[in-house]
Structures are given as structure tokens and as C-alpha cells.
């Protein structure tokens, strides 16, 4: 069994929040503190942390909004620790500026990470300076267990200034974290769903350099993007959160979203959470509130599909923040969706990012997505 704990900071002082199978903090061997990009920075947090949990490895993630239970926050930070009955924990941190590309950093963490017994990956990345889409194409180059990897990319806020990861004592922008978790009794699921509705034309990507998009059709993307958008133009950068792309490449059926970072008005492109390939076909899409409310249900359902006829006992929710902004007051609505899937002994923590790491099904590599609902659900047999 998995026990846990969780603690939220906030008005300065850490209250404890109830879980169904309690864990000592001394216990835990992992822990994750999700949390706004100010509260992070207050001083002397890891130091206090490290004092709360002396055995455990401590992962941190800025956020767009913070997930805990069935609520969700701003400002404060969800601090949610894990004790494992017959699960062992490994983890490792780089920074993307000691490596080539985003996919080399990939590549150089899953190698860091032993392969014997590796159940499992949980990856929490800098959300500005990573190109999400190579670190996961890194991350399945070197995975020979073929195992599942996911996670998100760190927020901050609806800002897009930097955003923080960290391990341990070392917490800043520009770090990549893998958590390795090992041992035949743990189980893991995995879900990711969108719920946005498409329209227009499918179009194809005739000009892109990794993850800018300069020509969609041989026509400017940012011009032929500012048509559909109308009135909502004049907003850009802040509103392409409530217009991402769906994109799907090699000639299938299998799409991906995409949330738009940055425009240039010099250049005329777009910068996306992840790469643009040539060829792929794209479509612009909007929200339908009540298709993203049953995203998260269905995400959660896809989370039972590696854990038989066990219930989850930890779930870890990633959502992006373009799905927050859209939904606002009723943004709560999809994690208590989630949650009446999901159960209420589970622990549930996770955050609102700038994009999410997940395989699209069972069995598949790991993908970036964007403005989807993932989670990620443990227990123990």
C-alpha cells in the first residue's frame, strides 16, 4: 500500500490536509511540492522541507494553479509525500543548459536512471527553456524497458516568464527532474484527454524550425491564425490559450495538441509548447466547457487501464493552464470529474502547467500534449 501525506502552504503556515492512509513524514521516500513560482521562492523552503521529510527526494514544479483533492489553488504550495511499501525511489536532476538540445537532456537523464526493475518515470521540467516535445523524444530514445514516462512541464502562472524545478536543495529555472520508481509491485496508469472541438480546414505545415511555425499552406501561419481568430486577434499572445492547434503527423489518426507560447509580428511565426513538423496536418480548435469538464473523466478512466481491479491509491494531475483560463470559475469542476473516477482514498495532488508528458495509450511512447487533462495513478499489489 501506498500511504501519503499532504501539507499546504499558505498565509505563511503550513495546514495539513487529511488522506484516506496516512503516512509519517519520516516515512516517505518521495515527495512533491507544487507550487506558485513566489511561494517557491520563499525563503528557507527547501531547508524546511528537508528537515520535514529527512529520507525522501524532494521534487519541486512552479505552477499555473495548484491541485489538491478536489480543490484547486493559487499562490500556495501542495506538498504531498509518499511512503512505499515494496517501491524503491530514484532521482535525478540536469539543467538544459548542460546539454545540447532539450532531447540530449532526455536521453541523459533516462540513462542516469538504472534499468533493472524500473517500473516507471515521473519527469517534471522546466516549462520555458525546454522544448517538451525533444525531451520527450530523449527520454524515449533511451527508455529500453519501455516503460511508462510522465509528468508536465512547470508553470507560471499566465505569465510565461520563468518557471522553477528542482530536487533536493537545488531549485531553479532551466532544471529537468526524473524520478525513477522500481519494484514488480507497483502499478501504474495512465490518461490524457482534451475535450476542444476543431473547425476549419485541415491545413499542412509547409515551413517550421523545431518548434517555431513560420508558413501553414505556403501562407504566413500568424496571418492566416489571425483571420480565425477575428477580435480575439488584438489579445494575442494571451489569447491562442483559447485557440490551440491539433496536429497529427506520419499519415495517422493520432493527434496531439498544441498551445502557442509567443508570436513575432516581425517574423510573422508562432512559437509552440512543442515542435511543428513539417507535413503535419493542423486544425484550430476552441472550447466547449462541458466537452473539457468530461476530458477529465475520461482521463481519469484511462488511468485504471494498468491497475486491473485495484483502486488508485495516489494520482498525480497535470492540466494545462489554457484549460484553466478557458474554464475559470468552473475550472474546479474538471478535477471533482476526475475525482469521482478516481475515488475518494486516493490522494490526489498535481498543478496547471505549460504542457503535459503522458503516453496517448497504453503501450505508446511518451508524447508531449498540450491542453489536455493527464493523470498518472499508483498503487501497490
Partial sequence: MIRTTQTIFKDGAWHDAPTAHPAAAEQCQLVLALGAREALETPSLTV????RFPGAQIAYASTAGEIAGSEVFDGRIVVTGLSFERTEVRALATHIREHRDSADCGSH?????????????????????????????????????????????????????RTLCGLNDRLEPGLVV????????????HGSYGGWDEFG???????????????????SALSLYKEYLGP??????????????????DGTDHKLVRTILSVNEENDSMTFAGDMPYGARVRLMKANFDRL??????????SFSALG????????????????????????????AARSILGTDACITGFYSYGELSPFNPNAACDLHNQTMTITTLSEA
Fill in 309 to 336: 481491479d485495484m483502486r488508485p491509491e495516489f494520482a498525480l494531475l497535470v492540466s494545462c493552464v489554457g484549460r484553466k483560463l478557458v474554464l475559470q470559475g468552473r475550472v474546479e469542476e474538471e478535477v471533482e
Fill in 201 to 219: 480546414p485541415e491545413r499542412m505545415v509547409t515551413y517550421a524550425e523545431s518548434n517555431v511555425l513560420y508558413k501553414i499552406d505556403g501562407r
Fill in 232 to 249: 480575439y486577434a488584438k489579445e494575442l499572445p494571451g489569447s491562442a490559450l483559447l485557440f490551440p492547434l491539433s496536429m497529427r503527423v
Fill in 109 to 161: 537523464l533516462m540513462r542516469g536512471l538504472p534499468v533493472k526493475d524500473l517500473a516507471a518515470v515521473l519527469v517534471l521540467s522546466d516549462g520555458g527553456l525546454v522544448n517538451g516535445s525533444e525531451l520527450a523524444r530523449g527520454l524515449n530514445r533511451e527508455n529500453q524497458g519501455g516503460v511508462p514516462i510522465t509528468g508536465g512541464l512547470a508553470g507560471d502562472a499566465a505569465r510565461f516568464e
Fill in 48 to 51: 524546511s522541507l528537508r528537515e
Fill in 178 to 189: 526524473a524520478i525513477g520508481l522500481y519494484g514488480s509491485g507497483l502499478r501504474v496508469g
Fill in 293 to 302: 469538464v468530461d476530458a477529465a473523466t475520461t482521463a481519469a478512466r484511462s
